[in-house]
T-cell receptor, first 115, second 113 residues
């Protein structure tokens, strides 16, 4: 059973417009959420994160919103640029005990920014 | 330059052979992880290790083995028991107690013929 879901496999956006990537989760024990960006045949790179005690975190063009009651988070990219074209993974973290955390990943959303 | 290296980038093996994927980090991170990615899928955790000489199974450990003899190194062996070994393998590391912030290597694409 998928605990982290990204229901849109792909998204196309015009350059300069806003990109909104969505992620839903089911495990209420998740307390930290991350977005990773991944190009083909490369490792994911960390983009932005948010703790469950916040509802918004902003870093330049990237903003993550967290709605705990709905178990939903979203990543907003404004303005979108062609270099943003990549697969974006949502990940959630829960404390496992003894200093151990595990990340649970969604299946990813492929963003294409059209010039 | 600190980072995580995985070698080789591409690896080909015949069916029935064991193969070991290398992962080295010079970030002085305590914890290391192995993930597998298949097309259209998220990353799935194979094994992880928080300290030297200790490791735990992840969600899909069957057919894999690991060792952690040094803090910097966490090799993954894909054994002949792994039914679908062809995949993209990613190694990651994190500071102890900060496993929610993991840094990834460039990955190894394993193809079993």
């Amino acid at each position: 059973d998928q605990q982290v879901k990204q229901n849109s496999p792909s998204l196309s956006v015009q350059e300069g417009r806003i990109s909104i990537l969505n992620c839903d989760y089911t495990n209420s024990m998740f307390d930290y959420f991350l977005w990773y960006k991944k190009y083909p045949a490369e490792g994911p790179t960390f983009l932005i994160s948010i703790s469950s005690i916040k509802d918004k975190n902003e870093d330049g063009r990237f903003t993550v919103f967290l709605n705990k009651s709905a178990k939903h988070l979203s990543l907003h990219i404004v303005p979108s640029q062609p270099g943003d074209s990549a697969v974006y993974f949502c990940a959630a973290s829960a404390f496992q005990g003894a200093g151990s955390y595990q990340l649970t990943f969604g299946k990813g959303t492929k963003l294409s920014v059209i010039p | 330059d600190g980072g995580i290296t995985q070698s080789p980038k591409y690896l080909f093996r015949k069916e029935g052979q064991n193969v070991t994927l290398s992962c080295e980090q010079n970030l002085n991170h305590d914890a290391m992880y192995w993930y597998r990615q298949d097309p259209g899928q998220g990353l799935r955790l194979i094994y992880y290790s928080q300290i030297v000489n200790d490791f735990q199974k992840g969600d899909i450990a069957e057919g894999y083995s690991v060792s952690r003899e040094k803090k910097e190194s966490f090799p993954l062996t894909v054994t002949s028991a792994q039914k679908n070994p062809t995949a993209f393998y990613l190694c990651a590391s994190s500071i102890m107690f900060r496993g929610n912030e993991q840094f990834f290597g460039p990955g190894t694409r394993l193809t079993v013929l």
